[in-house]
């Protein structure tokens, strides 16, 4: 695809402040950082260890809407322009001013600085920051370490072979060309997002810690009567195999429309102990974990050395 340059979003981004609808970076920082009355009330509730947060930065208040009710996993998507990473669903949304380091990076060290060094206050298990590169894979991860390293003091992190827990969990899914720089290092502050085939192989937990994959490449069944027996079967074969190597699951383009479909496959998904329930619907899933997940209320497990 023609690669977007700062030039031509800063073009665009003018316009829409023209427009009257931009705020400035100082005006939407405060927005977002503002706590609710309803924030101050879930303050003290446990954080949600399966709760992820499908392209967060789509909410009004990036990461501070998720962690609010209790997610422990956020998801930004990046592009690498001109030497920055913005945050975007499509080329087409880039703003100058949304970048990964302003929405996400900056407000987890404040918050990880205020809370004594975790994310949620008095919870010492880590959140997890899933980044994933919309294009260019390599070189927007280059970038990306290269910023990581700033904020090394909150995150996890691999050196030789031995991983060091933080407070934030940095992976990397999106475009797989990051795999190659990222398998040639030593030392690093991300891990990375595999997929079913990654299983079994000498890839461990230290270095993908995640196994991801989009429903529909798996199953059929999208909540409507009962769950077919050989796809359940399958659903825990590929839990359980995932967790004897210490990696966890996650599966994305479940469905996600409130409904007793959706409650269905959320079900039969708790049931088999995937680790993560993907949603844009924050409330939703939150309401549904506090009812249904009795053991799951801890922060993200670790990857492992």
């Keep these: 695809m023609a690669f977007p340059t700062r030039r031509s979003v800063v073009t665009t981004a003018l316009a829409t402040v023209a427009a009257g609808t931009l705020l400035s970076p100082r005006t939407a920082a405060a927005s977002e950082a503002a706590p609710t009355s309803t924030a101050v009330r879930r303050h003290r509730r446990q954080p949600l260890r399966r709760a992820h947060a499908h392209n967060d930065y789509l909410h009004t208040r990036p990461l501070y809407d998720a962690l609010e009710h209790g997610f422990t996993s956020v998801?930004?998507?990046?592009?690498?322009?001109?030497?920055?990473?913005?945050?975007?669903?499509?080329?087409?949304?880039?703003?100058?001013?949304?970048?990964?380091?302003?929405?996400?990076?900056?407000?987890?060290?404040?918050?990880?600085?205020?809370?004594?060094?975790?994310?949620?206050?008095?919870?010492?298990?880590?959140?997890?920051?899933?980044?994933?590169?919309?294009?260019?894979?390599?070189?927007?991860?280059?970038?990306l370490d290269r910023q990581l390293r700033r904020y090394r003091r909150m995150l996890t992190s691999y050196h030789h072979g031995r991983v060091r827990p933080g407070a934030v969990t940095p992976v990397i899914s999106g475009d797989r060309a990051a795999r190659v720089p990222m398998e040639a290092q030593q030392s690093r502050y991300a891990f990375y997002d595999g997929r079913p085939e990654d299983l079994g192989t000498s890839a461990t937990a230290a270095f993908i810690p995640l196994i991801s994959s989009s429903w529909s490449d798996g199953f059929s069944w999208l909540g409507a009567g009962p769950f077919p027996a050989a796809e359940r079967d399958k659903l825990r074969s590929h839990v359980d195999r995932a967790h004897r190597n210490g990696q966890r699951v996650r599966f994305w383009a479940t469905p996600d429309a409130p409904g007793p479909a959706r409650e269905a496959v959320w079900t039969e998904l708790l049931a088999a102990g995937v680790d993560h329930l993907n949603t844009d619907d924050l409330a939703g899933l939150e309401a549904f974990l506090r009812t249904h997940d009795r053991d799951g209320r801890t922060g993200a497990a670790q990857p492992r050395g």
């Design 75 to 143: 998801e930004a998507d990046i592009f690498l322009v001109d030497g920055e990473l913005l945050v975007a669903h499509e080329a087409t949304d880039l703003d100058p001013a949304r970048t990964l380091a302003s929405l996400y990076l900056d407000p987890l060290l404040a918050r990880v600085r205020a809370n004594h060094g975790t994310v949620h206050l008095g919870h010492h298990e880590p959140v997890q920051l899933l980044i994933d590169i919309k294009t260019d894979g390599a070189a927007a991860y280059l970038e």
